[in-house]
């Protein structure tokens, strides 16, 4: 078991670029979450999927998108990045909404310039 | 919504001391509370947690308890060791939802 993967692991973009960060458990869990670390902030999130189909607004979603793929996967998206988004992102799975245990992926590291 | 207050954002002590991280949360609906381990450059990994149930929970070095009425929690680590050392988070979870509340996180280190 993989547990929870991102990729890339560190990315550097311009002002203005897009990307996509992806993620992907293996633990057949139903709720993914894409949550941002920055210093003195602690974790903030930004989306969540209860379940494969839905999603939802965490309290910082303002310059992202989410496309929940599959029960698998759960892709953030910049559509036009900024330098306030310069952050450190974690995914993070559980097993469903009531089950409330949290497993966290390694993050991927992104300065946008 | 939920508002959840960690203290102290930096804690060192010596090899074998004890350490404390406390925290408050605003809204008396949570109901579950986990503290995670984050070290450097990895993601935060769960240590342990309770719910509003109990007032206590141990396991091994490291324990938590909860004050409902005062509606604050707090993680005790035992006999620390060098390889405590991390950034410590809480959270707070409301009965009926399925995101966290995250404190700011407690930086500890553990000093040979």
């Known amino acids: 078991n993989a547990g929870v993967t991102q990729t890339p692991k560190f990315q550097v973009l311009k002002t203005g670029q897009s990307m996509t960060l992806q993620c992907a458990q293996d633990?057949?869990?139903?709720?993914m979450y894409w949550y941002r670390q920055d210093p003195g902030m602690g974790l903030r999130l930004i989306y969540y999927?209860?379940?494969?189909?839905?999603?939802d607004k965490g309290e910082v979603p303002n310059g992202y998108n989410v496309s929940r793929l599959n029960k698998r996967e759960f892709s953030l998206r910049l559509e036009s990045a900024a330098p306030s988004q310069t952050s450190v992102y974690f995914c993070?799975?559980?097993?469903?909404?009531?089950?409330?245990?949290?497993?966290f992926g390694p993050g991927t590291r992104l300065t946008v310039t | 919504g939920e508002n959840v207050e960690q203290h102290p954002s930096t804690l060192s002590v010596q090899e074998g001391d004890s350490a404390v991280i406390k925290c408050t949360y605003s809204?008396?609906?949570?109901?579950?509370f986990p503290w995670y381990k984050q070290e450097l450059g990895k993601g935060p990994q769960l240590i342990i947690d309770?719910?509003?149930?109990?007032g206590e929970k141990k396991d091994q070095r490291i324990a938590v308890t909860l004050n409902k009425t005062a509606k604050h929690f707090s993680l005790h680590i035992t006999e620390t060791q060098p390889e405590d050392s991390a950034v410590y988070f809480c959270?707070?979870?409301?009965?009926?939802?399925?995101?966290?509340?995250f404190g700011k996180g407690t930086m500890l280190l553990v000093s040979p």
């Open positions: 959270a707070a979870l409301k009965q009926g939802y399925s995101t966290l509340t």
């Open positions: 993070a799975s559980s097993l469903d909404r009531s089950s409330y245990e949290q497993y």
């Open positions: 309770i719910r509003s149930n109990v």
């Open positions: 999927s209860a379940s494969e189909g839905t999603t």
């Open positions: 809204d008396s609906a949570s109901n579950y």
């Open positions: 633990m057949n869990h139903n709720s």
